[in-house]
């Protein structure tokens, strides 16, 4: 009887230690499973969090880059203004500016107009007919100012009233065109403000 108690307890003991391990087992295997399971979801939650900031600080970083050239877009569209008026065209005739000083300027301008046509064409290509618009009167303005420059008011006053006038037309074409310029540009910036707020 002793014989056949210990081969039970054997055998008892045996399927306790054997379940007791398939437990075991079975327990590693599913916390296994479950924290491979819970490190994926975590990995793709931080995937896509670091996706979506990569994307913003993109957004940011591109909204910038439009608002900075616009900006400057206006800066040279200003300075262009400026350059063609009336108020400077007179400054230049009263301070007698040679053709040659007048000339220097002009091709320094010519460097900003390449630059605004460059921003257009990579950024705003629907301000582009706008600008060259604006470069083509700018370079009309100068041929007219330069003659203006050379003539004298004493001895050729109708010369220089005619010349005058055409400088104030080319000036009052190229303002409706950077007016036309401007809020065209103010309605991308507030475009582009609403459009990359987060």
Aim: aromatic share 8%.
């Amino acid at each position: 009887m002793l014989d056949n108690y210990m081969g039970t307890g054997i055998i008892i003991s045996l399927i306790s230690t054997g379940l007791g391990a398939g437990i075991s087992l079975l327990s590693v295997y599913l916390n296994n499973k479950f924290q491979l399971r819970r490190d994926k979801l975590k990995y793709r939650n931080d995937f896509d969090l670091e996706s979506f900031k990569i994307e913003n600080e993109s957004n940011h970083k591109y909204r910038t880059e439009l608002l900075q050239n616009i900006e400057r877009l206006n800066i040279i569209l200003g300075n262009i203004e400026n350059s063609i008026s009336l108020t400077t065209s007179v400054i230049q005739s009263s301070n007698k500016l040679s053709s040659e000083e007048f000339d220097k300027k002009y091709l320094m301008e010519r460097v900003e107009l390449v630059e605004l046509e460059s921003i257009a064409i990579a950024y705003f290509p629907d301000l582009f007919d706008n600008i060259r618009r604006i470069t083509g009167a700018h370079n009309n303005n100068w041929g007219h100012q330069r003659l203006l420059l050379e003539t004298d008011i004493e001895t050729d006053r109708k010369s220089y009233s005619s010349l005058q006038s055409k400088i104030i037309e080319i000036s009052n074409e190229t303002n409706l065109e950077i007016i036309s310029a401007r809020n065209k540009m103010i309605s991308k910036s507030e475009s582009i403000k609403n459009k990359y707020i987060a």
